[in-house]
């Protein structure tokens, strides 16, 4: 499907996704290119009544490309109908299209096409997708995780771009559909909130040149920073205060465990991800982890898990190996169980790969 070419001339290349050759000696000259298989853009072309769809615990990346796939969809004169497990955080709804997301119970059993955008397997669908009604439907399926476990019929994997959003500034300009207005809102939120404002260390050139194709076509860069990664509510601050009382850290992994309770006195259920960042910024750690207590769809005690690594050190590996996925910086699962013994068998995973990989070096 991915298809590697030598550079051409092509560093606005329209089909081309350039990344970083390794070792990168100079990032701009060392350069290859994913092609995009043109079976993807065929299947997109044959079906006009789609259903797209993207992860559970949705983050930017998630809005984005699945709202951005809804304008590129409309452009070229499809129906697109866009679902989600999830309801929309606040934080999402300034989003254009936001307000069109639908629920799984209005999620119908007859489409032409199924989009599966910034999920690295099925079950990540959540409940949008029916697999008795929804099985015989192709399923297109575009994202970026490394660990992606190939699950649609025709699969777009292109982990070295730093968001699906990315991959969707690609298939806009494949497909002829400008890179204005919504659309280009959109897929700057993915790329904004997957870097954590470009800050990751797989921001090249490459990402920072479709970040100004989106910012040339309207997108609003400080008013997406703004809205997502400088806002959040009090009480996340509360329920911070609270579980880093009881911050662990041993052998390079910092990590802190979140318990419905506490998430409960401080009026708040939610936290995505944003203490595992904050928490790889300690000098003192190379590994960190959040342990998040919940109950399941099925009533069953389960621990979310967030994990992230300083550079030279990979987290996504362990995480596909407990059933989740990611990337080598930042991943997550879900496992059944409590808080304490979820939390202890994982740390000493963490350990261990900490162990082994810090011997690497
Ligand atoms: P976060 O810690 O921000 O929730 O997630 C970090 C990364 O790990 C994201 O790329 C996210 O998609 C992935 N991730 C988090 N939790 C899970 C999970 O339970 N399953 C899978 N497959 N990926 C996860
Ligand atoms: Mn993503």
New binding site residues.
């Given amino acids: 499907m991915e298809e590697r070419v030598s550079r051409q001339n092509s560093l606005f290349h329209p089909y081309c996704v350039l990344v970083p050759d390794k070792p990168i000696t100079n990032p701009i000259y060392n350069l290859m290119a994913i092609v995009i298989d043109p079976t993807i853009l065929a299947i997109i072309h044959q079906h006009n009544h789609i259903l797209c769809v993207s992860?559970?615990?949705p983050?930017g990346?998630?809005y984005g490309s699945l709202l951005g796939m809804g304008w590129i969809l409309r452009h070229l004169g499809k129906n697109p109908v866009l679902a989600m497990q999830d309801r929309t955080p606040t934080e999402f709804r300034y989003l254009p299209g936001s307000g069109q997301i639908i629920n799984p119970s209005a999620v119908a059993n007859t489409y032409d096409l199924i989009i599966c955008l910034?999920?690295?397997?099925a079950?990540?669908m959540g409940t949008v997708f029916r697999a008795e009604a929804h099985a015989p439907i192709p399923l297109l399926v575009i994202d970026h995780?490394i660990?992606n476990t190939r699950f649609g019929t025709v699969n777009w994997i292109a982990p070295d771009c730093v968001a699906t959003c990315q991959m969707l500034v690609y298939l806009a300009q494949a497909l002829d559909v400008p890179l204005a207005g919504p659309l280009a809102e959109c897929l700057l939120t993915g790329l904004v909130t997957?870097t954590l404002g470009f800050r990751t260390s797989n921001t090249t050139p490459t990402v920072m040149e479709t970040a100004l194709q989106l910012m040339h076509g309207g997108a609003n860069l400080p008013n997406i920073v703004a809205r997502t990664l400088s806002r959040r509510s009090a009480r996340v601050f509360q329920l911070w205060g609270v579980v880093l009382a009881d911050l662990h850290l041993e052998e390079g992994v910092i990590w802190v465990t979140i318990s419905r309770e506490q998430m409960k006195r401080a009026g708040t259920n939610r936290d995505?991800?944003?203490l595992?960042?904050m928490l790889i910024t300690a000098a003192e750690a190379d590994i960190s982890a959040?342990f998040t207590e919940k109950v399941d769809e099925t009533g069953q005690v389960a621990v979310?898990?967030?994990?992230?690594a300083k550079p030279g050190y990979d987290v996504?590996a362990l995480?596909?190996e407990l059933?989740?996925?990611?990337?080598p910086p930042?991943?997550?699962?879900?496992l059944p169980g409590t808080l304490a013994e979820v939390s202890q068998r994982v740390v000493t995973a963490l350990k261990a790969a900490h162990q082994q990989q810090a011997a690497l070096k």
Avoid: I, K, L, P
């Avoid at 910034?118 to 397997?121: G, L």
């Avoid at 059933?323 to 990337?327: C, E, R, S």
């Fill in positions: 992860h559970v615990n983050d990346d998630a910034d999920a690295s397997s079950d990540r995780h660990t997957d995505d991800g944003q595992s960042s959040t979310e898990c967030s994990f992230r996504g995480a596909f059933g989740g996925g990611g990337h930042a991943s997550g699962c879900t």
